[in-house]
Every structure is written in C-alpha cells, then in structure tokens.
C-alpha cells in the first residue's frame, strides 16, 4: 500500500520561483492538509481540505495556495518562493476529522 | 502563538525504564488528543489518541493520561525500547480538522 505519496522529495529554488507540491493518497480519505515542519516550530498547519471541494486556511497559510483536484489529489503551490519558505513540507489523509492523520515522507524545500 | 506545547526538547532513559513525554495545551476548547512518532526522514506516524470524555487510554505498552483542568497530557511508555528512539509530537484539535502539533520531543532510549 503506498499511503500518501509526495513528490518530489528534494528540491531547490531560487528566490521569486514558482512551484507546486503534489500530494496524493489511496485510502480513500476526506480529509487531507499540508503542514511544514521547521526547528523548535514543530509541524505548523498551512492548509487543509476537510473534504473534495472545501479548502481551509490554518495556520501559516500566507505565500501558498491550494487545490483539491479530487478525492485523491491535494497540491500545495508556491507562487513567489521566498527563503523563509525554506522548510521540509508533509502533506496527510485522514478518514474525516476525527481520524488519524496519516502523512507523506515529506519533501526538503530550500530557497536560495 | 504556539497553542500546544511541548517544553523538553530531548528526553534520555535507560532501556526497560519508564519514559514519560509530557505537553501541555492551552486552547480549552480541544477536546481530541494524539501522539505521534516520528523517526529521520520520514513522515509522522500515529500512536495513539485520547478524546477530551477520558482520562486515560492504553494500548500495549503505550498509555495516555489526560488531565483536563490542567491542561495537560503525557504520554507514558513503559518498559522503553531502543526502537522506540524517536521524535515524539502530541498534537490537538477541536472538534474540526485544525489539527495543531507541538514542537516535538526527542526520546532516546540507551541499551
């Protein structure tokens, strides 16, 4: 079983490039997020999707952007990187909200 | 404002002994409670849960303790394995999908 698969798993930027992470889960969840884990900060919630069609800011959500493709898809964009976006970004699937989150392997961002 | 709190950065015990993670919240309108373990360069994985109606929950040698008035939960494992040599993240939500996670404590278990 893959779970939730992210890709791409390393990737380099330069300041004012765009990109998007792409996320995806075959459990069938609702619910899907991404979240960016930095030093001492912990893992902080950027944005989240309680089911297809809904999108919801959470914690962190200024410099990103959304899209819920479908059940399965959930991409997270950056239009303008900047290097506080530097950070290792985890997305997850849960069943509904009041399910275990199941995440990704993450993917290393840093924008030079 | 960091809403859950985990104030020890690292935790050392010795293989067989008890460990005891601790995290403290301070939204008092999270009512479902969750630990998980994360190992390098992987994603987070769950261990277990508490919902706000309990105190406790068990599950082998894992066991949650909630103390509601106080705003505080711990996480108890017992007897400590060197497998169990991980960051360990408590995280907390309303009764919606804001999840929102501590900054993690490094569990090292010695043989």
């Known amino acids: 079983n893959a779970g939730v698969t992210q890709t791409p798993k390393f990737q380099v930027l330069k300041t004012g490039q765009s990109m998007t992470l792409q996320c995806a889960q075959d459990m069938n969840h609702n619910s899907m997020y991404w979240y960016r884990q930095d030093p001492g900060m912990g893992l902080r919630l950027i944005y989240y999707?309680?089911?297809?069609?809904?999108?919801d800011k959470g914690e962190v959500p200024n410099g990103y952007n959304v899209s819920r493709l479908n059940k399965r898809e959930f991409s997270l964009r950056l239009e303008s990187a900047a290097p506080s976006q530097t950070s290792v970004y985890f997305c997850?699937?849960?069943?509904?909200?009041?399910?275990?989150?199941?995440f990704g392997n993450g993917t290393r961002l840093t924008v030079t | 404002d960091q809403q859950v709190k985990q104030n020890s950065p690292s935790l050392s015990v010795q293989e067989g002994r008890i460990s005891i993670l601790n995290c403290d919240y301070t939204?008092?309108?999270?009512?479902?409670f969750l630990w998980y373990k994360k190992y390098p360069a992987e994603g987070p994985t769950f261990l277990i849960s508490i919902s706000s109606i309990k105190d406790k929950n068990e599950d082998g040698r894992f066991t949650v303790f909630l103390n509601k008035s106080a705003k505080h939960l711990s996480l108890h494992i017992v007897p400590s394995q060197p497998g169990d040599s991980a960051v360990y993240f408590c995280a907390a939500s309303e009764n919606n999908n804001d999840m929102r996670f501590g900054a993690g404590t490094r569990l090292t278990v010695k043989p």
């Open positions: 939204n008092s309108m999270f009512d479902y």
């Open positions: 997850a699937s849960s069943a509904d909200w009041r399910s275990p989150l199941h």
């Open positions: 999707s309680a089911s297809e069609g809904t999108t």
